[in-house]
């Protein structure tokens, strides 16, 4: 009885706890083991009861002696029926080596979000303020603004079109 | 009047016209274009903000 | 030694309104050589020069260390970009005129720096003097008018006709219009030297005049300050007129320029 062993030493209460559950996981969980306990009394309550017959008490008392020939071939006839559970935990083995690997990849992609999110983080913060930004920067990053201000000096206009309806029209007349 | 004296208007007329022309050389070739690429990055960066 | 000394000596027992635009050598070189050449460095183009130095320090200066956002001194310099462009847009045309704009700009910059030079006391105001107004106006209405003739041709002449003008009248109308456009190279040059020399001389005249009441006593300095409170209002006046002349300047050589290029 391994599974039952197994289910002997998991310590539900930490289980919540160090996880960290919360809500349906937890409600899930409970769920589980009590069902796990409902099942492990009923087990042990069966295996209380008595399993032996007295026939020949039956024997003594009934007439019809083929009923009780019946009854008691068919009892010693009757095995429990033993259940192979070993595929079911190598499914659950193989089920639980998933788990665990989807988790740890999980892990992985979180830690890597999480340093990209603390590159952006100390990005934002050690930023110089929008007034201190240069042409020069924006230029730098936007290669176009070059190409586009040498295309229209080249062609002799010397305004850029939609900027005096954005920024407003500085002309004094 | 002293400006109507003309010995030396070739020589006015000379200064300025070569200050005239390296002025329109230089507005046309480094300071204007200035302009139009300041123009075009606030541009720029008012579309990138929306 | 003896030149400055008589001339610190002209200027003041003998000053006449005028000898402030006189030009004087401040370096020359006589080159025996190349047929005799007298090859100086006058007042005038000092000042000129000085002047193409300042428009250079200010737009290499006032860029508000290339930013996005600019201060004052590079709103200013933005201002002025706009404010030239918005004449070259409407005098002479918003697309193809644009082209002009930066011997607009240039013309303008030249003419404000060196009238602003002039209201310096003790300077030198370049754009007083008449043959350098009527030389850039002459090559100006000359510009226009090959800019013309290289855009339409020979149909350049209907710029002489005006729109709907009955054919008798023809003669007399092109005469007057071709009179009047030669007039322009006249106008515009004679325009601007005649404002600054004449606001220069006013000046001088005034100065002078109060100069002689306010020496003259202790009560007649007093009474001199109302004379020299007229002097500093002439002043402001002048300066407004530098920025109107170099503005009116631009303006109709914008106009000259369209003039070629459309025909009405």
Redesign the interface.
Known sequence: MAARSAALKVDWAKITTSLGLRGQTVAGLQAFKKRNDDVRRKVQQLSELPTTVDFAHYRSVLKNQAVVDEIEKRFTAFKPATYDVSRQLKAIDVFEAEAVKNAEATKQKVDLELKDLEKTLANIESARP???????E??AA?PS??E???K??SK?????P??KE??G????? | MPQLVPFYFVNEITFTFIILAITVYILSKYILPRFVRLFLSRTFISKLLG | MNTLFNTVNFWRYNSSPLTQFEIKDLISIDTPILGNLHISITNIGFYLTMGAFFLLIINLLSTNYNKLIGNSWSISQESLYATLHSIVVNQINPKNGQIYFPFIYALFIFILINNLIGMVPYSFASTSHFVLTFALSFTIVLGATILGFQKHGLEFFSLLVPAGCPLGLLPLLVLIEFISYLARNISLGLRLAANILSGHMLLHILAGFTYNIMTSGIIFFFLGLIPLAFIIAFSGLELGIAFIQAQVFVVLTSGYIKDALDLH
């Open positions: 929008f007034e201190e930004l240069t042409v020069d924006v230029a936007e603004i070059d586009k201000t040498a229209l000096v002799g206009r010397w305004s850029v939609g900027y954005k920024f029209d500085l002309s004094v007349l």
